[in-house]
C-alpha cells in the first residue's frame, strides 16, 4: 500500500486563489520531505525540501514568498501555492525518503489547474 | 548538479518486443530508481538500483555505477507498459533525498 499520502489530487481553482496540498508519511517519520512539479509533456523538477522543525531550503529560481512549505509535524508537509495563477498550473508530486539505502515513496501527486 | 540523460526519447514497439531504455549520468550517486508514470500521473516505483542487477518479472535493471549509466529491460512487452519511463538519481551528504530526473523516455507499444 502508499507509504505517502497526497491530497487532493485535483484542484482547479480561479486566479488569486491560494491553495494548500497535504503530504503525508504513512507508518514512518520523515524530517523532511521534498515538493516536485511536473508540467505538461516535461520531467519532474525538485522545488523545496521541506525540513521539520526549521525553514525549507528552495531551489533556485523558485519563489519562496509564492510556494509556502510547512513542515508541521514529522509526518505533514503542506505546500501552499498563494495566490495562484494560471502560470502555476502544473502537477505537484511530493516524496520522503526511506531508510539509508531505501527508495524514495512519492505520493499520487495533485493537479492543480488556475483558471 | 548531477546531469542525467535518457535514451532514446521515444519508442514505439510492437507487443511482444524486447526493449532497453538507458540512463547516464554526470558523477557518482548513491540513489538511482527507475519509475513508470502512468496516465494519472502517479510515479511507480520499478526499481531501486544504485549498482548490481535486478529482475521483477518481465523487467530488469542493471546500474554499473563506475561507468555511471544504468540500463532498464523490458521483455515480451504489452500495451499496459506504455506510459513514460523516469531515471532518477541522487546523491549523499547534504543532498541526501533529492532527486534529479531524466527527461524521460515515452514508450508506446502498439498491439
Known amino acids: 500500500g502508499a507509504v505517502v499520502s497526497q491530497h487532493p489530487s485535483r484542484v482547479i481553482c480561479k486566479s488569486g486563489t491560494s491553495v494548500k496540498i497535504e503530504c503525508r508519511s504513512l507508518d514512518f517519520q520523515a524530517t523532511t520531505m521534498f515538493w516536485y512539479r511536473q508540467f505538461p509533456k516535461q520531467s519532474l523538477m525538485l522545488m523545496a525540501t521541506?525540513?521539520?522543525?526549521?525553514?525549507?531550503?528552495?531551489e533556485q529560481g523558485v519563489e519562496k514568498d509564492k510556494f509556502l512549505i510547512n513542515h508541521a509535524s514529522l509526518t505533514l508537509s503542506t505546500l501552499t501555492v498563494t495566490s495562484a495563477h494560471p502560470e502555476d498550473s502544473s502537477f505537484y508530486i511530493c516524496s520522503a525518503p526511506g531508510r539509508e539505502n531505501q527508495p524514495q515513496h512519492f505520493g499520487d501527486g495533485t493537479r492543480l489547474s488556475i483558471l | 548538479g548531477i546531469q542525467v540523460e535518457q535514451s532514446p526519447p521515444d519508442l514505439i514497439l510492437q507487443e511482444g518486443a524486447n526493449s532497453t531504455l538507458r540512463c547516464n549520468f554526470s558523477d557518482s550517486v548513491n540513489n538511482l530508481q527507475w519509475f513508470h508514470q502512468n496516465p494519472w500521473g502517479q510515479l511507480i516505483n520499478l526499481f531501486y538500483i544504485p549498482s548490481g542487477t535486478k529482475q521483477n518479472g518481465r523487467l530488469s535493471a542493471t546500474t554499473v555505477a563506475t561507468e555511471r549509466y544504468s540500463l532498464l529491460y523490458i521483455s515480451s512487452s504489452q500495451t499496459t507498459d506504455s506510459g513514460v519511463y523516469f531515471c532518477?538519481?541522487?546523491?549523499?551528504?547534504?543532498?541526501?533525498?533529492?532527486?534529479?530526473f531524466g527527461q524521460g523516455t515515452i514508450l508506446t507499444v502498439h498491439p
Open positions: 521541506s525540513n521539520e522543525g526549521s525553514k525549507a531550503t528552495y
Open positions: 532518477a538519481v541522487g546523491g549523499g551528504g547534504t543532498s541526501y533525498g533529492k532527486l534529479t
